[in-house]
């Protein structure tokens, strides 16, 4: 299949469908999905990432380390209040 014409059926320009083709991360999922469905291949989708051991840690890598919880010394653990109802006839 063509550029022009997979581009037509996706509905999107020639130079598009080159960028996601050449991995330009401004085209959106939206038109990798669209690509996909016309390929058949649109079920495939979870499997885009799912063995992507360098992303995962690319990812993980930019996360910020956990923060240690602290406990205020002196703070009460809880707080009650209790409530008089009164019945006014």
């Given at each position: 299949?063509?550029q022009?014409?997979?581009?037509?059926?996706?509905?999107?320009?020639?130079p598009t469908?080159?960028?996601?083709e050449?991995?330009d991360?401004s085209?959106?999922?939206?038109?990798?999905?669209?690509?996909?469905?016309?390929?058949?291949?649109?079920?495939?989708?979870?499997?885009?990432?799912?063995?992507?051991?360098?992303?995962?840690e690319?990812?993980?890598?930019?996360?910020?380390p956990?923060?240690?919880?602290r406990?205020?010394?002196?703070?009460?653990?809880?707080?009650?209040?209790?409530?008089?109802?009164?019945?006014?006839?």
């Open positions: 299949m063509t022009a014409i997979m581009a037509e059926r996706v509905g999107v320009s020639v469908l080159s960028k996601l050449e991995g991360p085209t959106s999922l939206a038109t990798m999905i669209r690509v996909l469905t016309v390929l058949g291949l649109v079920g495939d989708i979870d499997k885009i990432g799912a063995e992507d051991k360098l992303g995962r690319l990812q993980d890598s930019e996360l910020a956990p923060r240690p919880s406990q205020r010394a002196g703070a009460p653990a809880t707080r009650s209040s209790t409530t008089k109802e009164t019945n006014t006839p």
